[in-house]
């Protein structure tokens, strides 16, 4: 228990280590067993030496056989009893030894379950490998310990418990750490270090033995996860629909305390300090990677690099806008950005924040832009500029109402489909589909034609399939293939140049 290979050579980690060992009695008994059984096979031996001359008559054979198998089946049972006797550390640093009652149980499981012994399976708190927790782990003052000297302590400190899995310990940190009750500190080789708080170490710093639990109070975060500065992550950090940037850096000076719920009961949580440099460059990637929304007087920057000067305390964060509809910007839907039925990009981003009450970030007005000429709401005028564009080009983006016909020329579409114009009372569902939701289309046509054959309503279907990237034209030989199937279907069903 107090050594290794030798004297020279003491066992640091004997709160680890458990000894079964078998009794006085208990092995007397069992070479009493093993010595009856060898018996039996030696008279077994004699009796074959005398059956060779017939002196041997059935029934000494069988009584033989009887006997040695219920001396064979003595033997692991009285094994088993020996081994009755444990020896470990007791919470006191003694050595001790005490009997378990041997039953039908694996002595595994019978050593676990006596209290004597301490050993622990189930997983411990995060909270409590703190300073005041149950186990005493921390020395007056100290702010932070080596995660593996925590983990080794249970193995090292005999007024600890003895854990039946040492790897539960490094999981209860790493979980800890995910619920941001400590920060995780790696410092590298030149001085600089890697901090991880409400998320969760990679394997290679898990595996260093230089890594650190800071307690939060102590801790200076080196980075924070961009995800972290969003609505609803950290408690009490939003407190509206929107932030400046100085409540984050307020957040983050190093005396803030909050409060948190924890299984029904509250529960004060402190929050590391953190760099205005390290906040600025979080709030920077949350802002470039689209999950905030970033204003200041009439700018207003969504998934692009924040321009110089304008990330300041007094910025407002928000919400990623809601997704705008791309029918949203059709004439009847937003008047004012139309004049002679045409409308810019420009335009149509002015009159959409007027209609919102606040400047929306071109990322947003793109979007819908983008979705609206897909969906062949619109389409770009010969005169327009490229699109997509960044903002200064919105200007040159022309758009007008989307116009198709049946033989190639124009058509205003209205609100009906393919050139042909509906009454204001027929309604017309628009959808550009998958070939798989094409499929799913007809497996629902049955259903379909059942409730229009209810309602007593004119149901038609009108099929626009284009082809072609509206740049070249398909070969002949692609549009005679195509034709050809299209032509099973209807006769005029067919592409035309």
């Not at 092995?27 to 074959?48: D, F, I, T």
């Not at 088993?80 to 007791?90: H, L, P």
């Not at 800071?214 to 996860?225: G, M, N």
């Not at 279907?461 to 299209?486: A, H, K």
């Amino acid at each position: 228990m107090d050594e290794t290979t030798g004297s020279e050579k003491p066992r640091v980690y004997r709160n680890a280590v458990i000894l079964l060992t078998p009794s006085k009695d208990g092995l007397e008994v069992a070479s009493a067993r093993v010595r009856e059984y060898l018996a039996w096979e030696q008279v077994g031996v004699s009796l074959k030496e005398q059956q060779k001359d017939g002196n041997v008559d059935v029934a000494r054979m069988q009584t033989l056989t009887i006997n040695l198998d219920k001396a064979k089946g003595r033997i692991p049972d009285a094994i088993r009893q020996a081994y009755c006797t444990v020896v470990t550390v007791s919470d006191k640093n003694e050595v001790q030894a005490f009997k378990i009652n041997v039953t039908d149980e694996p002595h595994f499981t019978i050593i676990k379950n006596d209290p004597r012994s301490r050993v622990q399976d189930s997983s411990i708190s995060a909270e409590a490998l703190l300073p005041g927790g149950p186990y005493d782990l921390w020395r007056e003052g100290e702010t932070s310990r080596r995660v593996k000297d925590l983990s080794g302590s249970f193995a090292q400190l005999p007024h600890l418990p003895k854990m039946l899995k040492a790897q539960a310990i490094i999981d209860t940190l790493v979980e800890g750490c995910e619920m941001g009750a400590f920060v995780l500190r790696l410092t590298r080789p030149d001085g600089s270090a890697r901090t991880w708080w409400y998320s969760r170490p990679d394997e290679t710093a898990m595996n260093d033995p230089s890594l650190e639990l800071v307690l939060s109070e102590a801790a200076e975060l080196e980075e924070i996860v961009p995800s972290l500065i969003e609505s609803e992550q950290l408690p009490e950090l939003w407190k509206g629909e929107s932030i400046t940037v100085q409540a984050v850096i307020d957040y983050f000076n190093g005396t803030n305390v909050v409060q948190v719920e924890r299984d029904g009961y509250t529960e004060p949580l402190p929050i590391p300090t953190a760099s205005i440099d390290v906040i600025k460059a979080s709030v920077t990637q949350a802002v470039e990677s689209g999950t905030l929304w970033l204003t200041n007087g009439p700018a207003s920057i969504l998934a692009e690099p924040i321009p110089a000067g304008l990330l300041t305390e007094q910025a407002l964060l928000q919400k990623s806008p809601a997704m705008i509809a791309a029918a949203e910007i059709l004439p009847e839907n937003l008047s004012q950005a139309w004049t002679n039925e045409e409308a810019t990009a420009l335009s149509i981003a002015t009159a959409l924040s007027q209609k919102f009450g606040q400047t929306l970030p071109w990322k947003t007005v793109s979007d819908v832009l983008s979705a609206s000429l897909k969906a062949r709401f619109t389409q770009l005028d010969p005169k327009s500029g490229k699109w997509p564009c960044e903002y200064p080009s919105a200007q040159g983006v022309i758009l007008k109402v989307s116009t198709v016909s049946d033989a190639g020329g124009t058509k205003e579409s209205g609100s009906g489909f393919a050139g042909i114009e509906t009454s204001s009372n027929m309604l017309v569902a628009r959808s550009e589909l998958k070939p798989s939701e094409i499929q799913d289309l007809g497996d629902i046509m049955p259903t379909l034609l059942e409730i229009k054959n209810k309602a007593n309503i004119p149901l038609a279907f009108r099929v626009l399939i284009e082809l072609g990237d509206g740049q070249t034209q398909p070969d002949d030989e692609t549009v005679q293939s195509m034709n050809l199937l299209l032509g099973d279907i209807n006769d005029g069903f067919k592409f035309e140049k």
